[in-house]
């Protein structure tokens, strides 16, 4: 399959001329900057923040180079995921015209930047199973299908997509194929990363935001090769990641053993509580999960919602989405508060 990323670009990003910001427009060391219009005196803060952070987060991207195994040169980072979605759809995706391929039930965020792109967006439900239908999917490409998007392990059924059938389509798609894998840290499937220079038409995505811990500052990844990722660059705003947040994921990416090891306790409590939760009466059951999530099914799932939430715990009711009926998708908390998640269910149960 012959692949060209200028293909698929949208004609009116193929002639942008980028915004420049003050830092790109020399090359060295300076000491006095007064380039960017920056307050000069400081910033009331501990810590100065008065400088604008480096547009190109090169120091992030070398230590997670060093992690995932990439060339820093195919990774673009964005303010989380969402940024990375929302800047396929504008790269690749011409408004009222192109169309994209999700498959339900997944994560709810491709849809939704579809719809603001203007975007036509084909659904292909997955299988009873849960894997890909691809068969179904064949028949719903055509000449302005420019991305798939696949989730592996998938949410909300944790499921992780068999990978003979990814590869099926990322051989037979002439358009970008993009895999997010934000939680492929709590599986032992292998990540695409290392496939990047097998199909120049693949993207993956990671997060910092699941097994790293660090949901609140907001740093997704796209790992691709270097024309997609230079696509992404051109859209994206110049400063698009603040410094305060460089900071602290600099200091957490020397953290890699302590991440491992949270990992490790969350994989071991999410296995316990999949045993735990198929001797309590209401369940009915409970789906193999690669992630740090459960996808349960239960009796009457809107009734142990509100039960559960009375007792403060919340968990996400998916009864109502495609394939999921019935069920709650239970992320995997601490020891206790698992325990705590446990008692509920089965002082509801017993009151029934």
Known sequence: MNFNVNDLVRENVKQLVPYSSARDEFSGEAKIFLDANENSLGSPTTKWYNRYPDPHQLKIKEKLSAIKGV????????????????????????????????????????????????????????????????????????????????????NPTANSLHREDVETVLNNFPGIVVIDEAYINFSRHRSFVQELAEYPNLVVLHTLSKAWGLAGLRLGMAFAGEAIIAVCNKIKPPYNIGQATQDLVLKALDQVEDVNEMIRILVKERDRMAAQLLSVGVVEQVYPSDANFLLVKVRDAKAVYRALLDKGIVVRDRSNVQLCEGCLRITVGSPAENEALLNSLKSFSAAL
């Open 71 to 154: 060339p820093a040169k195919n990774i673009f980072l964005g303010n989380g995921s969402d940024e990375c979605i929302d800047i396929l759809f504008r790269a690749f995706c011409n408004p009222g015209k192109d169309n994209v391929i999700i498959c339900p039930p997944t994560y709810g965020m491709y849809e939704v930047s579809a719809h603001i792109n203007d975007v036509e967006l084909r659904k292909v439900p997955l299988l009873e199973n849960f894997q890909l239908d691809l068969v179904h999917m064949e028949t719903r490409v055509d000449d302005f299908t420019k991305l798939i998007w696949l989730c592996s392990p998938n």
